[in-house]
């Protein structure tokens, strides 16, 4: 059974870092990972995602250039580094994936079967 587990969220100030830790477990050592967000009374976006390998990483204009995601093979556990962080940035910040066990990144929430239970980043105006 696929679980995903975040960790490394909290309140921070305009400008600051955070990283992101999301632990695996269940056999999804090669599965494409996906972070998504979600901010009060919005839905659910795209942050980015990489591949099985870490070779391929995509990411939403909005976060390009300040957030970093890579992943530890042998920990089973992908990361985001946030640097830059803005008020905008302020949501629950989600881990997934990939269905089927596909390798490859994607944009689109529904191409992800497994969810972590989330975690808040707060960056105050």
């Known amino acids: 059974q696929v679980q995903l587990v975040e960790s490394g969220g909290g309140l921070v100030q305009a400008g600051e870092s955070l990283r992101l830790s999301c632990a695996a477990s269940?056999?999804?050592?090669?599965?494409?990972m996906g972070w998504f967000r979600q901010a009060p009374g919005k839905d659910r976006k795209f942050v980015g995602a990489?591949?099985?390998?870490?070779?391929?990483?995509d990411y939403a204009d909005s976060v390009k250039g300040r957030f970093t995601i890579s992943r530890n093979g042998a920990k089973n556990t992908t990361y985001l580094q946030m640097n830059s962080l803005e008020p905008e940035d302020t949501a629950v910040y989600y881990c997934?994936?990939?269905?089927?066990?596909?390798?490859?990144?994607?944009?689109?929430?529904?191409?992800?079967?497994?969810w972590g239970q989330g975690t808040q980043v707060t960056v105050p105006s």
């Open positions: 997934a994936a990939r269905a089927n066990g596909s390798r490859w990144p994607s944009e689109n929430s529904y191409a992800y079967a497994y």
């Open positions: 269940g056999g999804t050592r090669n599965y494409a």
């Open positions: 990489i591949s099985w390998s870490g070779g391929t990483i």
